[in-house]
């Protein structure tokens, strides 16, 4: 049924609370999972200046460490687990790109991530894979 789940990370509680339940569903159907972070490939200006590839570098040094975390937890739990970091928009990689490289069968995310606008809101993240996945999708909050 959902043999190959899709976890997209940020570091942000709620992507490790949907880490947490795509883990435990894992576990009772024998699944894989494939933890991804996913970081934006548009250039970032702030006041006058101009971000690049050092951002991007920022942005993997940073993913490397919550996705190595990921994978410690994981495979306590004796999970089979990949990751991967990627560099693009993120809502359509997530949405569309991944499930298809991967052959992903369901995406497992967080309500908000680590620019949610609050509890009450679903981020927009989530809300665009929400609509326009290629897989079933799970929001955990």
Request: glycine letters at 8%; proline letters at 4%.
């Amino acid at each position: 049924m959902y043999e190959r789940i899709l976890v997209p990370m940020d570091g942000s509680k709620n992507a490790h609370a949907a880490l947490v339940e795509a883990t435990k569903l894992a576990q009772k159907l024998g699944s894989k999972l494939f933890i991804v972070s996913v970081a934006s490939d548009q250039t970032y200006a702030h006041y006058g200046a101009e971000f690049g590839s050092e951002i991007i570098t920022h942005f993997k040094d940073s993913a490397t460490k919550f996705l190595e975390s990921a994978v410690e937890e994981v495979k306590q739990q004796g999970v089979p687990v990949e990751t991967s970091f990627k560099v693009g928009l993120p809502k359509p990689t997530i949405a569309k790109t991944l499930p298809a490289e991967l052959n992903t069968t369901l995406t497992v995310i967080g309500r908000s991530g680590v620019h949610g606008l609050g509890k009450a809101i679903m981020g927009s993240t989530t809300n665009y894979v929400v609509q326009n996945s290629e897989t079933s999708v799970l929001v955990v909050d």
